[in-house]
């Protein structure tokens, strides 16, 4: 992190990480319940709050998420949201500038005080605009964002999400398994995106393959060059030791995808998110995620009964739980 912008609502202060050894007062603050923490578009934000200080917002108030609640628009960039309730065009020229340097400019300092002061204003015209329903969505999502950054998923669970991993056979999943379980482990270690320590495309061919030298593992489909180069003998042991795992080692077989039959039920079942948005005067996509509802028909195509998925939780699982349930029998009694 280059700079921190923190704003109360009537000033707005810039805070220089560089500096700092000591976070244990952010820290408190971030946790204080009765301190509602106004961010935009916070994923990234929330990452590297938690690597500094340990910690992470709560209450949490995404304004990007607010304006979804109200129908504005789904995923608003920060200077349409501003230009859109305060009508107001945010300067561009500093966004790629160099916010490393020190001193920073006094253009850099006004662009990054104006915008903390900006969402304040942002937070003020939005809540009054939000029914107290609404609001407490808006929180309950962002809590949301917060414990799944907390929910560190066990690496070795990775490989369930790799494209086309149902293709493969138990033996060749458990190379996949390895291959997965590092690159996340490397991910956080080198604190770097997955794709720059392996690319997701190569995972499915090197398990397939299992390459035993340097020239067939430069061969792999999109295998990036640094990548050989740097852990290419690595890559190759991994992948020798996991393909000689005894069978009762290897990992269950994945279940195929959902049939291309499928797709009308899960059009008929996406039509329910859809008016109950409209209904809401919402954006759809604050809905139901397609993976939500896939891992809903996974419980039970073609023929039922069906369970609601672990995923849909909160207000949609008690707004559209029953009635996803309640489509899928209907459509089961149809001849």
């Known amino acids: 992190a280059a700079l921190l912008q923190i704003g109360d609502g009537s000033r707005a202060y810039l805070i220089d990480p560089l500096l700092i050894s000591d976070w244990k007062p952010l820290a408190a603050l971030l946790e204080n319940p009765d301190v509602i923490k106004v961010v935009h578009a916070c994923s990234e934000d929330l990452e590297v709050l938690l690597r500094l200080t340990g910690s992470l917002p709560a209450p949490l108030f995404d304004t990007q998420l607010a304006a979804a609640y109200l129908n504005l628009g789904f995923s608003m960039g920060y200077s349409r949201l501003v230009q859109e309730v305060l009508n107001i065009d945010l300067p561009k020229g500093e966004t790629r500038s160099d916010w490393l340097q020190r001193p920073l400019s006094e253009t850099q300092i006004s662009y990054a005080a104006e915008d903390a002061v900006h969402l304040a204003e942002v937070y003020n015209l939005l809540r009054p605009r939000l029914s107290d329903e609404k609001y407490a969505w808006v929180l309950e999502d962002g809590a949301e964002l917060v414990a799944n950054l907390r929910r560190e998923t066990d690496p070795y669970d990775a490989y369930r999400d790799a494209k086309l991993a149902w293709k493969l056979s138990r033996a060749q999943l458990a190379v996949l398994r390895e291959l997965c379980a590092w690159r996340e482990q490397q991910a956080r270690l080198r604190n770097q995106p997955r794709n720059r320590v392996l690319r997701e495309h190569s ?35 991994l992948i020798k030791k996991a393909g000689s795992v005894s069978p009762d080692l290897w990992p269950p077989a994945l279940p195929e995808p959902l049939p291309i039959e499928a797709s009308s039920v899960l059009k008929s079942l996406r039509v329910i998110g859809q008016q109950q948005a409209e209904r809401l005067d919402m954006a759809p996509e604050l809905m139901l995620r397609k993976k939500t509802l896939e891992a809903l028909l996974k419980t039970g195509y073609p023929d039922g009964p069906y369970k609601l998925p672990d995923s849909l939780r909160g207000w949609r699982r008690e707004l559209m739980g029953q009635m996803l349930l309640d489509s899928l029998a209907n459509a089961g009694e149809q001849p």
């Open 203 to 237: 995972l499915w061919p090197l398990a397939k393959s299992q390459p035993d030298n340097l020239a067939a593992l430069a061969k792999i489909d999109d295998m990036h060059p640094k990548t050989v180069r740097q852990d290419g003998e690595f890559l190759l042991d």
